[in-house]
């Protein structure tokens, strides 16, 4: 589908439009800030029962837009299905996860190369490196990183970084590539501030979840010089709930405690975090 002529959403299962068409008036009316949830897995099989409903929540919360993160082929067509159902509020990613990175890289690779050529996504993500849960594919990995990098660049599109004890090496990565053009987000951070200084160096966002908001957090103290104009908000839902939630899936209605905990981290109001986060996020996935 081309990504300008995007049909309007049509009345799906009882589920018409017609209850989200009022969404400027609901804005107006009700929700004084506007959130964006910048990495949520809205489409994964946890939500296939009530999405109507966990969408509905959010945007009572004031979330305008979701951009959901792929992780591989298999997980793609609920991806896309979401995307069809919500086009005007939520926005399809494309890429390998760094965990989904296996013998066969060079298959997948090939695929993503025909789809990027297809049509136009959101973003190049969720990409990057993983050696937390295993090393095996180190040398794929890096082969995928690189090579969607460079479709990133060729495309003119972000790149939504995944980076798990790897925060060194996907910087080093990154600045690689960083000739001026490229930009995105590091999904979940949770580094320390000289990380986090390095990747604002590399003229990118630090993407904040749910775990900034966890009691043992080092987010906080990492976060005190680091400005909100380099921050965006996300869930990653279903992973990683905020405080009130842990043990339970994630949804992004729950965005607005992970903005309140910034709000009283920066001592700003919780508008003011809406305002500057979401102009943030508007200004990498906007062009
Ligand atoms: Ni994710």
């Given at each position: ?199 604002i160096e590399l003229n ?54 992970v903005a309140e905990k ?26």
């Amino acid at each position: 589908m081309n990504f300008k002529n995007r049909t309007k959403c049509k009345p799906l299962d009882g589920f018409t439009c017609k209850k989200y068409a009022p969404l400027p008036e609901l804005l107006k009316k009700k929700i004084i800030m506007e959130l964006i949830d910048t990495h949520c897995h809205l489409y994964a099989a946890v939500f296939s029962e009530d999405i109507d409903m966990v969408i509905q929540r959010a945007i009572a919360a004031g979330v305008s837009r979701f951009y959901l993160p792929a992780i591989d082929s298999e997980t793609e067509s609920a991806l896309l299905d979401l995307e069809k159902r919500y086009p005007d509020i939520c926005f399809a990613m494309q890429g390998l996860h760094p965990c989904s990175v296996k013998n066969d890289v060079q298959n997948a690779l090939q695929y993503l190369e025909q789809s990027f050529s297809t049509r136009r996504f959101a973003a190049v993500g969720e990409i990057g490196l993983d050696f937390y849960w295993d090393r095996s594919f180190e040398k794929e990995q890096y082969q995928a990183f690189h090579q969607q990098i460079e479709w990133a660049i060729h495309y003119d599109l972000p790149i939504v970084i995944h980076s798990r004890d790897s925060i060194e090496q996907t910087i080093a990565v990154v600045r690689e590539h960083q000739k001026g053009k490229l930009r995105g987000i590091f999904h979940c951070f949770n580094e320390g501030e000289a990380e986090a200084k390095k990747i604002i160096e590399l003229n990118f966002y630090i993407g904040i979840g749910g775990t900034v908001t966890y009691k043992n957090s080092k987010l906080p103290e990492a976060l005190k010089d680091i400005s909100m104009e380099n921050i965006v908000l996300e869930t990653d839902s279903p992973y990683l709930p905020p405080q009130p939630f842990r043990g339970k899936r994630n949804e992004s209605s729950y965005l607005v405690y992970v903005a309140e905990k910034l709000a009283i981290l920066k001592g700003i109001s919780l508008e003011e975090v809406a305002a500057v986060t979401t102009k943030n996020a508007l200004e990498i996935f906007g062009r």
